[in-house]
């Protein structure tokens, strides 16, 4: 399984933006996860290799992913971010498995390391 390296993230305050980006090759889908203190992770965000998005509710038009595969590169841009956003992000690569959706961290192999999001008021 290939590590993948995440860089970004940081404090910022309520209604701000960041980037979260990860170093990743070899993969036909990739996601972003996220786990805030003391709770279960959860999906946040996938893109598949043929374009497709898949966001969570909560995301509500906040989020979008991409990636720049001549430099290896998967992005999370986040807009708007408010308190409930505060969380341990990673990304992660896989392929997707047959009846299973895509937020489903079974889809995945490789993971980041995680990065800390603070969002302040």
């Known amino acids: 399984q290939a590590q993948l390296v995440q860089s970004g993230g940081g404090s910022v305050q309520a209604g701000g933006s960041l980037t979260l980006t990860c170093k990743a090759s070899?993969?036909?889908?990739i996601g972003w996860f996220r786990q805030p203190l003391g709770q279960e992770r959860e999906g946040v965000a996938t893109?598949?290799?043929?374009?497709?998005?898949t966001y969570a509710a909560f995301v509500k038009g906040r989020f979008t992913i991409s990636q720049d595969i001549r430099e290896n590169t998967l992005y999370l841009k986040m807009n708007n971010l408010n308190l409930e956003d505060t969380a341990m992000y990673y990304c992660?690569?896989?392929?997707?498995?047959?009846?299973?959706?895509?937020?489903?961290?079974?889809?995945?192999?490789?993971w980041g390391q995680g990065t800390q999001v603070t969002v302040t008021s």
């Open positions: 070899g993969y036909s889908l």
């Open positions: 992660a690569t896989g392929f997707t498995r047959m009846g299973v959706r895509r937020l489903d961290e079974r889809n995945f192999r490789s």
């Open positions: 893109l598949a290799g043929d374009g497709s998005t």
